[in-house]
């Protein structure tokens, strides 16, 4: 299979001199096209930063990451963004949408700029990845006047509008209660089934247990991982669970 995500001895370090926090410590790790892969740790184990440093979002101080091949590190910051908005889709624990506009235009506005000389099309596109999230019918209502899970779908759908090779997320059911955090679940599932590759950090066990494959990180290392076959989602949660208290995370 083809590697979509590859990173060598990756390293990441905050602070000054004397007051100095590791947060990625020599980490190495692939991931293959239509893989679904979670990473689990306690706060402050990396795992966010792992994703930002990924995604490119944040640069790391030494080591190098690669998606389909392509330096992140080598880029300038104007080449990575464009990269990016190509490439990757994000999905945060807190939606971040513009309260002026209505639902369809807050995920159509990252896409403008692809579709400016035919918005029909965009319009159309969106209003038919809305009926597969399940959120039909709240275009032309405000981010106030929806429920936190259909938020979160329509943050889903603004990240999947362009059809990214990528879509990363940074626990991205961690506001939602569990009704809506099995429709969320859901959706990722129907996108990975549909060919995308996706990477979520969560610190839940539900979620993780989702994916195919789960990364277990602590103080900044990766230190082990399970990979799932046919186990029901039950027995995925038990494992993830007996892992995290071996390894005291």
């Known amino acids: 299979m083809n ?25 190495s790790i692939s ?104 959120i039909e019918g709240t275009e032309n209502r405000k981010i106030t006047e929806v429920s936190g899970g259909q938020l979160q779908r329509a943050s889903i759908c603004r990240a999947v509008l362009h059809n990214p090779e990528i879509l990363f997320g940074d626990e991205p059911t961690g506001a939602l209660n569990s009704k809506s955090s099995e429709e969320i679940l859901d959706l990722f599932e129907q996108l990975n089934n549909n060919g995308m590759t996706i990477l979520l950090v969560t610190h839940d066990s539900k979620v993780s247990a989702r994916s195919k494959r789960v990364l277990f990180m602590k103080d900044g290392t990766l230190e082990s991982e399970l990979i799932f076959q046919n186990e029901n989602l039950q027995t995925r949660i038990d494992l993830i669970n007996e892992k995290m208290s071996v390894l005291g995370i």
């Open 31 to 134: 991931i293959t096209t239509n893989e679904y892969v979670s990473v689990m740790g306690p706060s402050g184990s990396g795992k966010s930063t792992l994703l930002f440093a990924l995604s490119g979002m944040d640069r790391i101080d030494t080591g190098s990451v690669y998606i389909n091949g392509v330096s992140l590190h080598e880029m300038n910051e104007n080449n990575l963004a464009d990269f990016r908005r190509k490439k990757m889709g994000f999905v945060f624990q807190n939606p971040t949408m513009l309260p002026s506009l209505d639902i369809l235009d807050n995920i159509m506005l990252p896409s403008y700029e692809d579709y400016k000389k035919d918005k029909s099309e965009l319009i159309q596109k969106t209003l038919k990845i809305m009926k597969i999230a399940g």
């Open 3 to 27: 590697k979509i995500i590859e990173a060598r001895s990756i390293n990441k370090v905050y602070g000054s001199e004397n007051n100095q926090t590791i947060a990625l410590n020599n980490v």
